[in-house]
């Protein structure tokens, strides 16, 4: 059964501080890992992933992949309250139907 | 600017009425999903389609069905509404050949009641 874990579940830390939010995997037929960002509404589009050891970055997000030991990293430095949201991991299968398995989400809340 | 619209933000209905969520994209995507989302859950996939009078079960469709008569267009069918059915339902698009691109793009979301 196909398999995407989050972790921590959820997080509160306090503006400034770095926060590394975890996502591990067993599936098959693995295409690309991404990450989404949700806020009160519909998830968008963060990264996607599909070659370990290579950085994707965006201002203060940044993510890595490591397909030998099947996880991703998504971390945000200096963090800001505008990033509270909930960030969902999610694997893109190699199929022609685009089919994704999406994690629990890790609920980050960055207090002032 | 690309959009997935979903027909309402809040619905009530009562136990064992019939209910449509409407979905539509205007990417010409290939592929549509249907979400519900849970607290502590994530979003887990009811159906999804890849084509025009395609249909794919998901992680959990009981309870459901689903209708995608034109390709902009995915309908999601409760035949018979329960109150677990009660939730946050999420429909997304993506290309099927994504080209490096496989994102999902998804919808506002449509909260459902179920009394």
């Known amino acids: 059964e196909d398999k995407v874990v989050q972790s921590p579940l959820s997080l509160v830390v306090h503006e400034g501080d770095t926060v590394t939010l975890n996502c591990s995997y067993e599936v098959t037929n693995f295409r690309s890992l991404l990450w989404y960002k949700q806020e009160k509404k519909a998830p968008t589009f963060l990264f996607m992933l599909?070659?370990?050891?290579i950085e994707k970055k965006s201002g203060r997000l940044s993510s890595i992949l490591d397909k030998k030991e099947l996880f991703s990293i998504l971390n945000i430095t200096a963090t800001q309250t505008g990033d509270s949201a909930i960030y969902l991991c999610?694997?893109?299968?190699?199929?022609?139907?685009?089919?994704?398995?999406f994690g629990d989400g890790t609920t980050l809340t960055v207090k002032p | 600017d690309v959009k997935v619209t979903q027909s309402s933000r809040y619905l009530v209905k009562r136990t064992g009425e019939k209910v449509f969520l409407e979905c539509v994209q205007d990417m010409d995507h290939e592929n549509m999903f249907w979400y519900r989302q849970d607290p502590g859950l994530g979003l887990r996939l009811i159906y999804f389609?890849?084509?025009?009078?395609?249909?794919e079960k998901g992680d959990i469709p009981e309870g459901y069905s689903v209708s995608r008569e034109k390709k902009e267009r995915f309908s999601l069918i409760l035949e018979s509404a329960s109150t677990n059915q009660t939730s946050m339902y999420l429909c997304?698009?993506?290309?099927?050949?994504?080209?490096?691109?496989?994102?999902?793009?998804f919808g506002p979301g449509t909260r459902l009641t179920v009394l």
């Open positions: 997304a698009s993506s290309p099927r050949d994504g080209r490096g691109h496989n994102e999902q793009f």
């Open positions: 389609s890849y084509d025009v009078k395609m249909k």
């Open positions: 999610a694997v893109d299968h190699n199929t022609n139907a685009g089919k994704s398995t």
């Open positions: 599909t070659s370990s050891g």
